[in-house]
């Protein structure tokens, strides 16, 4: 699930971000469902915060959004 979750994710930044972007920032993080939450796991300390400054709001905003019209579906 947490792999299709993150798939429909990366489909949505696809439209509102450069490919590069996506290629350097988002596509290296791993993902974990854990406990009803995404878990995302970055090769390193410097991919953590440039997601986390830049990415992180959006991808919340994306998953909850996702997660609310699965739950009326």
């Known amino acids: 699930m947490a792999l299709k979750i993150w798939a429909?994710?990366?489909?949505?930044?696809?439209?509102?971000y450069s490919s590069s972007q996506l290629?350097?920032?988002?596509?290296?993080?791993q993902v974990e469902e854990k406990n009803n939450s995404l878990i995302l796991y970055a090769p390193n300390k410097f991919v953590v915060d440039w997601v986390s400054n830049n990415f992180i709001?959006?991808?919340?905003?994306?998953?909850?959004?996702?997660?609310?019209?699965?739950l009326t579906n």
């Open 57 to 70: 709001n959006r991808i919340n905003e994306i998953i909850k959004q996702n997660s609310d019209s699965n």
């Open 8 to 16: 429909d994710c990366l489909s949505v930044l696809e439209n509102e």
């Open 23 to 29: 290629s350097t920032w988002l596509r290296p993080l």
